[in-house]
């Protein structure tokens, strides 16, 4: 077995790279926080869109490409690098997905051709403030086909035109696809620490809604998205883990102090080959990740819960350790680094935080053992 890309993958990947190095350096990035609004740069979502990404994993019979999940995580493993200021996680990674999963035939021929071209943008709104969200503290209600309630923060919840939301029902908890353009739709900024990814309050007031597919169970349901979206976002943290690592060893070869290079001393290496480390084991763990859902093998919530903790891990570390190399000029606003910061803790806290996906992977290990046991 062969976790790695093929020939044509990695033609794929570098593509990608060239291309987003053309049309999105870091000084896109930079404008994106300066400018302090929605967190999107909304030419480069249609650039994006044109070049058929968002695409890449969804059925030819919906509008996609049907290139695979495989060829999605490279493009993900780019994105992240980039730090590409564009809601394509929200609307790729958790929209789409939940549409796939477990959305109508209907539903999914209505939306899923407009994700495919770009054209609309996809939320999911889970969260209710901090803590973890459990089927009792939903208080966001579904009755009579309105909705009402309010879920903060929604990532990209300031430019996302449709919602997929959870909310309880008198049936349990389920998802519900709402119009965020529509009426009793009240969003408001929400200031977090990478601007670069908006994310925003938003108050249902009886708003109109739909069920997401039918008779949904909406905490299994969510529990399968988020492990899709879990190995997709895996590569993203990779991607921008991996390029912290370029840039702290680069500045490590420039930079001289007492005469020498500043990489040549133990402790900077140290730290370089801590990061390399780290970013290795969440590497291999995405990789399995990535085989799980391009095969849909029954291992994928092992593997997504395994993969999300080590790319959160790696990408904190070497986010850390890239601001601990450049020294006192890391820390400054002039300096690239805190990009990547600000990218680390955002993407490990949006589809739950590492501590809970260490819980989820501790209970979905100890299953197994059982189940190995009997």
């Known amino acids: 077995m062969n976790f790695d890309y093929t020939e044509d993958q990695k033609s794929l990947k570098d593509e990608a790279r060239r291309y987003l190095n ?5 000084t896109v990035v930079r404008a994106v926080l300066e400018a302090d609004g929605d967190g999107c740069d909304s030419g480069l979502w249609k650039q994006i869109g044109e070049q058929g990404w968002c695409a890449a994993a969804i059925p030819e019979s919906y509008g996609g490409l049907e290139m695979g999940y495989v060829e999605l995580c490279a493009l993900a493993e780019e994105l992240g690098r980039a730090l590409a200021p564009v809601p394509f996680a929200s609307t790729v990674y958790c929209f789409a997905e939940a549409l796939l999963a477990v959305g109508t035939d209907a539903q999914k021929e209505e939306l899923l051709p407009q994700v495919c071209s770009g054209d609309l943008i996809g939320t999911l709104a889970v ?6 969200l459990t089927p009792e503290r939903i208080a966001t209600r579904f009755a009579d086909g309105r909705i009402s309630g309010a879920k903060v923060p929604v990532v990209d919840g300031l430019v996302a035109g449709k919602a997929v939301v959870l909310a309880a029902a008198d049936t349990g908890p389920g998802l519900f696809l709402v119009d965020l353009g529509g009426e009793g739709i009240t969003r408001e900024k929400v200031s977090t620490i990478d601007p670069t990814r908006g994310e925003a309050r938003i108050v249902f007031d009886d708003a109109p809604a739909q069920p997401l597919g039918d008779g949904v169970d909406g905490i299994a349901a969510l529990s399968g998205i988020e492990d899709r979206a879990a190995v997709l976002m895996a590569f993203e943290q990779l991607g921008g883990a991996d390029r912290c690592l370029e840039m702290a060893r680069d500045y490590a070869l420039e930079r001289y102090a007492f005469g020498r290079q500043i990489g040549s001393y133990q402790a900077i290496k140290h730290k370089l080959a801590d990061v390399f480390v780290k970013n290795e084991v969440a590497r291999a763990n995405a990789y399995y990740g990535a085989w799980a859902l391009s095969t849909d093998a029954p291992e994928l919530p092992l593997a997504a819960a395994a993969a999300r903790v080590a790319a959160c891990e790696a990408y904190w570390h ?10 006192g000029i890391g820390f400054t606003w002039e ?5 990547f910061y600000r990218r680390a803790r955002h993407l490990g806290l949006v ?17 197994r053992v059982a189940a190995e046991v009997d």
């Open 22 to 26: 053309a049309v999105s350096p870091i």
């Open 127 to 132: 969260s209710e403030g901090a803590g973890v």
């Open 318 to 327: 070497a986010a850390k350790e890239n601001i601990q190399t450049h020294g």
């Open 335 to 339: 300096a690239d680094c805190h990009f």
């Open 351 to 367: 589809i739950g935080s590492p501590r809970d996906w260490k819980r989820r992977l501790a209970t979905r290990l100890e299953a």
